[in-house]
Nanobody, 128 residues
Framework: QVQLVESGGGLVQAGLSLRLSCSAS????????MGWFRQAPGKEREVVAA????????HYADSVKGRFAISRDNDKNSVYLQMNNLEPEDTAVYYC?????????????????????WGQGTQVTVSS
């Protein structure tokens, strides 16, 4: 199974952008739908975005639609989260996750319990 390592987090001012990357190793990356989640202090971990195995279908939380974009490069075993127009409410630890649900290559798992493999997380802090 894959191991996941996130990078690209940091401190940024509101209105600016960050790009998170997640590198996978040790498995067949293209066989996993992928997701980005986030967890703010005192809150539940929530889905931010998901992308299908083939990369052609995506799903977003309402709070990030139009600002965030998920993409993947199966040749590079990587998934990305481009975050634009960041807001202080986006401050959280961001996690990359691989779905262990086997379905259509177009399926974008929207629920946390559909993901069984997780990275260690990367902190994103947005200052006002």
């Amino acid at each position: 199974q894959v191991q996941l390592v996130e990078s690209g987090g940091g401190l940024v001012q509101a209105g600016l952008s960050l790009r998170l990357s997640c590198s996978a190793s040790g498995g067949t990356f293209s066989s996993y739908a992928m997701g980005w989640f986030r967890q703010a202090p005192g809150k539940e971990r929530e889905v931010v975005a998901a992308i299908s195995r083939n990369g052609y279908a995506t799903h977003y939380a309402d709070s990030v639609k139009g600002r965030f974009a998920i993409s993947r490069d199966n040749d590079k075993n990587s998934v990305y989260l481009q975050m634009n127009n960041l807001e202080p409410e986006d401050t959280a630890v961001y996690y990359c996750a691989a779905s262990t649900v086997r379905g259509s290559t177009w399926y974008t798992p929207p629920r946390r319990n559909e993901y069984g493999l997780w990275g260690q997380g990367t902190q994103v802090t947005v200052s006002s």
